[in-house]
């Protein structure tokens, strides 16, 4: 092929050029940053965002949430993945854009504790299976007091990114998807009123392992108490011959309900039961601190304000500024409370903005957060993991740049040989949530990893190479709950190193480790005891001899001193 | 504040909240993702994104670039940051949105080798500029031919992501801001026929270091030779008084002049000068690959081909087809070679898909990549870090994903004690590289500082701790040139983890660690015989006493005898 090399542009040449790149074709290309980086990954990432996405739906209609996640093989490095809620469905009108726009939903622009807050994820993981399979996602929704489901096949138009919508009827609802279990059998299916299932054909690949679709499901159903999760697997039997054979009617297969059972209904459901059917409280949407907000963004929030005057949008559209306090601050920076705040000059907003900074306000609202709670940690620890210890701490809530957070540790220590998965040389194995959701990959750019390393855990009894985690049978969740967890890429898998947050978790851990060091230490003096009982039991009979010959026992009267001996020895021991 | 949690929500409820989130009110909120986390990165990343946009413009006009940075703080935290060339210039109708638009350029939708690539950089820092300070960018650009410059200053309608025009001026153009050595003064100033400078008002942080301005501007002169770069930072010496009033009128300032030059006149301009005037060979664009696209990209290409059949489309929008390996294509896929290309059905793409990737096909052409050069990153090297050795080497191209890409390493090697900035006792420095931009942050998370630690140093001669950089006082630049650099975030500062990718940089580090043991080697060895030397040039007087016994010489003859054997002393040690 012939050298091809540019020639030289000009100012003229270069404009016709220029183009505007639609923001999905820009993901498209970038689909690393969003989660999508390799076929192993893009399986973790869709499960996770429709999860994610099914929880929220569920808590914010106040249902108890019942998901279910299918993973089904249909060919080589080919898998048609499917999660069902019980939520309160979908609209009709509002399924495309959800399920194939980027950057469109209901979290963005509102300050509320919740586990998406983007409104990428589920429409990027649409997008790689377009990508990747040319399959369309399909939606299967209902909501309450219609009498059927819509069900919708529909693909993005990177270019534009707007949906295409290749497919649309109305189905009789089956929420069959959710088999639950009565006692200890699998038979009933729960009939809820309204749900939704969303599908979609990837090229993925599925691992099991720390970083795999299990692992995840293992620690979802732990931090999320209320949870019941349905979960089956079901790969290829024989990778030639079928393989490429699915792959050539893989899209249709999912339409037809009886064909895909046959091969899946040999799989049986794995279930992580719920503790207990309480929802947690319903977080509230606070307004943003003014302490928290640049002076740009104070003057695009005053230009957007519906208040009539300067006064009346500062106590309005922040939280924690009264009509008094927004007074004082037009007073201190010399602006006319009552002028229009669209007609805030740039320099008098200036002035507004040195005056808010200068003035002292309470601290953000922190009732909007929804911890989890210490409780509702043990409960879920104890559901998941087998161990000896357990103990959690939910710190009150804190501020970092104007938005509330809050830091929760959860510690199972099991004994040795008690639990296989925790080794006794091996690392502590560390559980990282935010807002609910467990976070798997980039440990290492994580703020809660560097607070762990961060903590002396010698001072509570474990051991700890110079500047890394902590070594021992143990399991170390942390969550943290905030209106706006600051992600380090867009595919949510580490929480960016504020100070603050590394000092919050820092206390909490070291609560915790506390707790664990009076935990160890009375097992360490029982084991002391222990040590000494058995060594003294050992000359009981040799004393008793001694006894017997010095005052000149019967054999009789040596098995009594023996045995009185032996009760004394179990008193004192039961005493220490 | 009286509780304010959230009530169930209904489908119908929800749908009303559902929103489109302007990538601009994106990455806004998430400006972390683009490089703004905290006022000294913003500082750094404005500079990079203003100094690679005026590299790529120069050189894909022909120009051999002259670049100035001008950073003046006008108050507390706060700065003005100015980047002019001598480039093209930008027509006025493209200014709003090059400027003003996120997802906007020329750059994105080509497969070719630029510093830029996502249309995002210059916009973000306009609107980081914009949010913390409220200023407006200020663009002052001429092209060829026009007789006056445009003076625009434009801000982001975040809301729309679209452009807010709040000046349009025409002027006349004075290209002051050149200052060129001319035999070792800094008097003339160029007149360039064209040009752009871009001026934004930012919250900002000047901090020297390893990851400040001054470092990326240096190690920037290294990878560019052709450039001639202009630096000089106007810090405010007062910081009470001064600092306020500043802030006032700090958006006005930048426009007159007079005012602002009347302070940042005293302070000198550093110039890093070129070498020479030979710009890069400008590096052509290429087609994709067929075995670098996925399925559904596939099937989107030949929706979108102007071609009129299969046949045609595949050979002409595919790099590495030709017209007669295209029919053979279409009879192993059983698909009608001339059938039209957009009416290709779901079914029929998968075949085509499937004979693409059994069909051998050439890599792509790999002369599309421009590198620096040997002979380059020498120069670039001796001209701005004093050392002993210098070597590079330049790997012939090779292909990750259907992309090319081109590994290059340049190492410098100092003798104890000659540079003080580079210890022999600490590791040594790492200068990474994409398409000529350095890379300052996140380092550990970069394919380049993966190879780095995984090449086994010791067998080179220089110390290494397990796993980790190798310790000396050396510099090694690596350089990768692509047409598609895969950063792992939107701020572009670490390459990811591609196996082949990391084996090229492996690869070019070996060879140039072999040359550097040979080096070390050398020195090992003058270094032996200089010490047998001063070793026996000790006893030289001792064996003419000696000799002066035993053949009973006069003093004169010792004197000779000393002078004799010192001199063959010399003449084995030259021969060594």
Redesign the interface.
């Known amino acids: 092929?012939a050298?091809?090399?540019?020639?030289?542009?000009?100012?003229?040449s270069?404009?016709q050029?220029?183009?505007?790149?639609?923001?999905s074709?820009?993901f498209l290309?970038?689909r690393?940053?969003l989660g999508f980086?390799n076929p192993r990954k893009a399986l973790l990432t869709t499960v996770k965002e429709a999860v994610d996405n099914a929880l929220d739906?569920c808590e914010?209609?106040?249902i108890v949430p019942e998901v279910s996640v299918d993973i089904q093989q249909v060919g080589n490095n080919r898998f048609v993945v499917s999660i069902a809620d019980n939520g309160?469905?979908?609209?009709r009108?509002?399924i495309p854009?959800?399920f194939a726009?980027l950057?469109?939903?209901?979290k963005?622009?509102?300050l509320?504790m919740s586990r998406g807050q983007?409104?990428i994820g589920i429409s990027a993981a649409g997008m790689y299976g377009?990508?990747?399979?040319?399959c369309a996602t399909r939606i299967l929704s209902k909501?309450?007091g219609k009498k059927n489901a819509h069900l919708i096949d529909v693909q993005i138009d990177?270019k534009k990114n707007k949906p295409t919508i290749l497919k649309d009827e109305e189905l009789e609802w089956c929420p069959e998807f959710y088999p639950t279990k009565s006692d200890g059998k699998q038979s009933k299916t729960v009939k809820s009123v309204?749900g939704t299932c969303v599908s979609i054909e990837m090229?993925a690949s599925y691992v099991r392992g720390r970083l795999s679709v299990d692992e995840y499901l293992k620690q979802c159903a732990v931090v999320n108490p209320h949870l019941q999760l349905h979960y089956r697997v079901a790969l290829a039997k024989a990778k030639a011959g079928n393989g490429q054979q699915a792959?050539?009617n893989g899209?249709e297969k999912k339409g037809e309900k009886g064909a895909e059972e046959g091969a899946a209904n040999e799989i049986p459901w794995i279930t992580f039961f719920r503790v207990n059917k309480e929802l947690p409280?319903?977080?509230?949407?606070?307004k943003p601190h003014p302490h928290g907000v640049?002076?740009?963004?104070l003057?695009?929030m005053l230009k957007d304000s519906t208040a009539r005057t300067i006064r009346s949008a500062l106590a309005q559209d922040f939280?924690?500024v009264s009509s008094a306090t927004a007074l004082k601050i037009c007073e201190t920076a010399g602006v006319s409370p009552k002028a229009r705040p669209a007609s805030i000059a740039?320099?008098e907003?200036?002035s507004l903005f040195k005056a808010i900074s200068e003035t002292k306000l309470m601290r953000p609202?922190t009732?909007?957060l929804s911890p989890i709670g210490e409780d509702q940690i043990i409960a879920g620890l104890k559901k998941e993991i087998t161990a000896d210890f357990f103990t959690a701490v939910t710190r009150p809530p804190t501020v970092y740049r104007g938005n509330p957070f809050q830091i929760e540790v959860g510690i199972a220590y099991a004994k040795p040989g008690e639990n296989e998965d925790l080794g006794a040389e091996d690392p502590v194995r560390v559980m990282r949530c935010a807002n609910r959701v467990p976070l798997l990959h980039m440990g290492?750019?994580c703020a809660i990893s560097k607070a762990i390393s961060g903590v002396n855990w010698k001072t509570y009894g474990l051991s700890q190479p110079r500047g890394s985690q902590p070594v021992g049978p143990m399991v170390v969740m942390v969550h943290m709950a905030s209106v706006?967890v600051?992600?380090?890429?867009?595919s949510k898998e580490a929480i960016?190193h504020y100070p603050e947050i590394i000092k919050e978790i820092s206390f909490c851990l070291q609560e915790c480790g506390r707790r664990l060091s009076v935990y160890l230490k009375k097992k360490k003096r029982l084991m002391e005891v222990e040590r000494k009982r058995d060594y003294m039991a050992m000359y009981i009979p040799h004393m008793a001899l001694g006894l017997k010959e010095i005052l000149d026992l019967s054999d009789k009267q040596e098995k009594t001193v023996i045995k009185s001996l032996n009760k004394m020895l179990e008193k004192t021991h039961l005493e220490a």
């Open positions: 092929m050298k091809k090399k540019g020639k030289a542009e000009t100012a003229e270069m404009a050029k220029q183009r505007e790149i639609s923001v074709e820009f290309k970038n690393h940053l980086d739906a914010e209609a106040g309160p469905g979908v609209v009108a509002q854009r959800i726009k950057l469109y939903g209901s963005f622009h509102r509320r983007q409104g377009q990508l990747t399979t040319g909501t309450k990177t309204s090229e792959i050539g899209a409280e319903a977080p509230g949407e606070i640049e002076l740009g963004l003057m695009q939280s924690r740039h320099r907003s200036e609202p009732d909007c290492g750019a706006w600051p992600f380090t890429s867009e960016a």
